[in-house]
């Protein structure tokens, strides 16, 4: 958009307008006609104009989400069920643009965030994307972190209340997002688990900070130090979710606790939500952007270089390799090692021969 000044030869006054560039061409042409006018640019704004109103779901070209609004409801499905619903970047940037409009539009009461199928909710970020890109190019991860967190951002402040429809496996990232939302409602056979410590990474994108604020302290430890599936009765006992019930009626009882929120004050839900986000909100605040900076230096690293490759290749871990290294940050010694023959320096300790002119060095 152009802020323009128009000034009127024959009455002196001078009058400004935003305009855009199609219209602002029209103008000066026309202008060129009339000779009595000046105008000029005397500023520009933001390109786009902005666009306050909601969107029909149609609208939207979402290629792994499923974005849907009706009788004051509005879903979001994390449609990936080959990869067990886990979110890629691509994922994570249409739910912004989903829960921006579900923010927006007033016919949206509650916000229902699922899964696709009958497998998994979500299964956290996609370990596949992580090791091919963020092992690479760890710095990368960085700037993948303001995505993700932006999304949770946008999520934790849509102003509205939200439900996690569990209908299946929650891991990892996936507990987050279950965490984020208000209230849950698990099917049966869902469960719930963390897996940083076993993978190479660290669940600090909500776990770390969420989990003992809704689970207690040493129930949160063992989730995440542990890594093992609760069962949906467990995380009903702890407290992890408010509901459960056999997959057949999820729906159903999502839909009535639904009904219960829409007959609610709009404003007052709003505030309280708002109120009741503090020890969330304030936990985030305090450790993510040191989560973000600590995860993507420790993406250089061997041990999520491990993790990853064995998720990828299907193999446990080789925890006890790492344990018993000399060297557990480096997979061949730390960069010590000068070559007699070419003086290449920063080789590592554990090589036989130089990687540049092929000398023996041992
Ligand atoms: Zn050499």
Known sequence: MLLVEFYSHSTFSINKFYINLENYLRIVIKIKEIKKININVIGMTYTKEPNFTPKDPK???????????????????????????????????????????????????????????????????????????????????????????????????????????????????????????????????????????RVGSVACGGATQWLPIIVGDRRAREILYLCEPISAKKAMEWGLVNEVVPY??????VDKMCQKLIDKFPECMRYTKQQVNFWKDFVWHQTIGHAKDWLSIHYASWEPLEGMSAFVEKRPPNYKGIRESPHPEFLWGPPSVTCPSCQAKCIPSDFEFCGKCGAKLK
């Open 59 to 197: 609208e939207f070209d979402f290629k792994e989400i499923i974005y849907e609004k009706k009788d004051w409801k509005a879903t979001v499905t994390i449609n990936r069920p080959e990869v067990y619903n886990a979110y890629s970047t691509l994922t994570l940037m249409e739910m912004i643009e989903a829960f921006h409009d579900a923010a927006w539009d007033n016919k949206v009461a509650v916000i229902i965030l699922t899964g696709a199928g009958d497998k998994a909710f979500c299964t956290g970020g996609d370990v596949k994307e992580y090791r091919e890109r963020f092992t690479i190019k760890p710095a990368e991860y960085w700037k993948w972190m303001s995505i993700f967190q932006e999304v949770h951002d946008v999520f934790r402040n849509i102003g509205k209340p939200t439900i996690a429809r569990i209908n299946g496996i929650v891991a990892g990232g996936g507990n987050e997002w279950q965490m984020e939302c208000d209230l849950a409602i698990a099917a049966e056979h869902a469960t719930i688990q963390q897996v940083g410590t």
């Open 248 to 253: 057949a009626e999820i729906d159903a009882a």
